[in-house]
């Protein structure tokens, strides 16, 4: 079975600093993906971006980059010049590539930007 | 086009109430999920409909209904339900490819309260 840790429940940072995520994931499969979601106060979870284990650059999408250590399990979320509408959960999100629909989360960080 | 819709945005029901939940998407993809989600907790799936056919049910209770009329629309029946019943309800659509499925795009939610 997987399991997806996220060891830091709230977090807060000032507008326009940078902040990083924590994840970290146990599988013993070798093809699968991982992803961070946000939910706003609004409720709907949005993809932020998306990363393939087979491949070893790391996933960027504009102010959000991803620091992905296989070896180590380890999925971290990078946000640049933090805007007031990055505050949210974040989950971070784990689906082997074959054969499993099945995401697992993470508890969630709850992301707060101060203005 | 990422989008799913979800109907109602808000439901409040009796116990005795029969009322159905409806989500759509036109992304063309053939997998589609409902989840349920408490405050403050990441989304735990109940079922997962490929290619209009049930794959997954995560031990949902049978007064949970869902229903999958066409690849583009997926329903959640709900008939008595419980207070603890009280949550938000998400659905989501991935591709499918057969042998695997890809990222899930989830729908904005309905919340529903059991009176």
């Known amino acids: 079975a997987q399991t997806v840790t996220q060891s830091q429940p709230e977090m807060s940072v000032q507008e326009a600093e940078t902040v990083t995520l924590s994840c970290t994931y146990d599988t013993s499969e070798s093809n699968y993906y991982l992803f961070w979601y946000k939910q706003p106060p609004s409720r709907q979870m949005i993809l932020v971006i998306r990363q393939e284990a087979y491949k070893q650059q790391n996933a960027t999408e504009n102010r959000f980059s991803v620091n992905f250590q296989k070896a180590a399990k380890s999925f971290s979320l990078k946000i640049s010049d933090s805007q007031l509408g990055d505050t949210a959960m974040y989950f971070c999100a784990f689906m082997i590539s074959f054969g499993n629909e099945k995401l697992t989360f993470g508890t969630g960080t709850r992301l707060t930007i101060i203005p | 086009d990422t989008e799913v819709t979800q109907t109602p945005k808000h439901l409040v029901m009796g116990m005795t109430n029969k009322k159905s939940l409806k989500c759509e998407q036109h992304m063309g993809h053939r997998a589609m999920y409902w989840y349920k989600q408490k405050a403050k907790k990441p989304p735990e799936l109940m079922f997962v409909?490929?290619?209009?056919?049930?794959?997954i049910n995560e031990s949902v209770p049978s007064r949970f209904s869902p229903e999958c009329p066409n690849s583009s629309l997926l329903n959640l029946h709900l008939h008595a339900l419980q207070p603890e019943d009280s949550a938000l309800y998400l659905c989501?659509?991935?591709?499918?490819?057969?042998?695997?499925?890809?990222?899930?795009?989830f729908g904005p939610g309905t919340r529903l309260t059991v009176l």
């Open positions: 989501a659509s991935s591709q499918d490819e057969g042998t695997h499925t890809d990222t899930q795009y």
């Open positions: 409909y490929s290619y209009e056919k049930l794959s």
